[in-house]
């Protein structure tokens, strides 16, 4: 079902200005678990209630959703933030970066931990690892809130600016030498643009720890994700009106990373059990200024 943003949630963006810091936690914990794949997910929690896995998009980590959604979740539920397979923290062997292999990992990881059918909530890149999640295991969770979705292939600039560092062998030499050089001219253009059209907060810009994401096997790992993501999604996108799962997308009706024509719209339509709610001028990272209307879903979600 698709739901007018106006039936839903309010439309009016808030204005830069309006941004909420969420101010870090001594309720905060953070650890690690080993899975079955041979990855060891580094992850944090938060909070006591239902339980909730935050999913991270592409170039970030699990500090992200906590930076935005700790504060917003974490009074009424049980959270959980993994650091997706080989970003941040955690750690995969080379050959296990679909995203579908993914969702296994962190499946794995939160049924070690005891989470008792959690909602999903997937930013980005984490959406579709949500959804492959869901399709897989759809008895054992709740639902999902997919974020700012990528839901179907498309020739992305990932491809090009890291894919190429996926590759075995030449991938390892082309860290060695020009990988440096072009991250230190990409990245921080590439964070603000996800941004756009608000500016990063300065909360995002004194918590994030960039430098867990700069490290080349970091970006090794990104462009590995790149390679398998048409695959992938061309994957999912056949599966998608077979998904049992009660899913919420919200999006932006302005995102430079996932145009909402091309992913959350299609998505929704594509769904069984789907909601919409298009928000207006917040841009990609939705989620660090509508924290109120994530809630609100993942509360719908929760019997």
Do not use: K
């Amino acid at each position: 079902m698709i739901l007018d943003a106006a039936a839903t949630l309010p439309e009016t963006a808030p204005e830069a200005s309006e941004y909420r810091p969420q101010a870090a936690t001594s309720a905060l914990a953070e650890n690690s678990v080993d899975t079955p794949e041979g990855n060891r997910l580094h992850y944090y929690e938060s909070g006591a209630g239902r339980d909730v896995i935050l999913i991270h998009g592409a170039l970030v980590t699990a500090d992200d959703p906590i930076i935005a959604l700790q504060h917003a979740l974490a009074p009424r539920h049980h959270i959980v933030a993994f650091d997706r397979p080989g970003h941040g923290l955690s750690t995969r062997p080379r050959g296990q970066s679909s995203l579908w292999t993914q969702a296994d990992s962190i499946r794995d990881a939160a049924s070690a931990l005891g989470a008792a059918r959690p909602v999903l909530v997937g930013h980005s890149f984490g959406a579709a690892v949500a959804l492959a999640y869901a399709m897989r295991y759809p008895s054992e969770i709740a639902g999902v809130v997919a974020i700012s979705p990528i839901a179907f292939p498309e020739p992305r600039l990932e491809h090009f600016l890291f894919g190429p560092r996926g590759l075995p062998l030449v991938g390892e030499a082309l860290a060695a030498s020009i990988g440096p050089l072009q991250d230190g001219l990409t990245l921080p253009l590439l964070w603000e643009a996800m941004f756009w059209p608000q500016r990063m907060p300065q909360n995002y810009r004194e918590r994030f720890p960039f430098d867990r994401v700069r490290p080349q096997r970091r970006i090794q790992a990104e462009g590995e994700d790149s390679l398998t993501l048409v695959p992938d999604l061309t994957r999912s996108a056949v599966q998608y009106s077979t998904c049992a799962t009660r899913v919420h997308v919200i999006a932006s009706d302005v995102d430079l990373v996932t145009s909402p024509d091309i992913h959350a719209r299609r998505l929704t339509r594509r769904l069984p059990n789907a909601t919409l709610t298009i928000r207006h001028g917040l841009g990609h990272m939705l989620h660090h200024f509508a924290q109120d209307d994530v809630v609100r879903l993942v509360d719908d979600l929760l019997p």
